[in-house]
């Protein structure tokens, strides 16, 4: 079992918020900005400096993942989390941020209106799938 943490996505924007649920909630501030380019913010609590969470506030995980994956590479944060949320127990951060970026970015690319090439699809297809 890992440290819970609660899944908030936000889909117009690209935005997660993964705050922990077994603690109150207090004052928090965000370190790391650098370390991560301010594609990753760790949030601690004002008090005592523990970790409450993690966000990419202000950012797109669809344009920043494979940075992101590089940066948690190079600076990794130790520990192991729950994410009931998205069905995840005993995960790695890297682990929750690309089943976040699988369910919610991967999972909703539009598929392309024109087919790809060698694939055969008549013109009428194509003309009903663009007036939708």
Do not use: C, K
Not at 96 to 124: C, D, K, M, N
């Amino acid at each position: 079992m890992g440290i819970p943490l609660s899944l908030w996505y936000e889909e117009p924007w690209g935005t997660f918020l993964l705050m922990r649920t077994d603690r109150p909630r207090r004052p928090t501030y965000a370190w790391g900005d650098e370390i991560y380019e301010y594609r990753f913010h760790v949030v601690q609590t004002s008090l005592t400096g523990e970790i409450a969470g993690f966000s990419n506030e202000g950012n797109d995980l669809a344009q920043d993942y494979p940075r992101l994956m590089e940066l948690l590479e190079a600076h990794p944060i130790p520990g192991r989390y729950d994410v009931p949320d998205m069905g995840l127990t005993d995960a790695t951060l890297p682990e929750i941020i690309t089943a976040i970026y699988e369910q919610y970015v991967v999972g909703q690319e539009p598929e392309p209106a024109y087919p790809a090439v060698g694939e055969q699809t008549s013109a009428l297809q194509v003309a009903d799938r663009e007036a939708e």
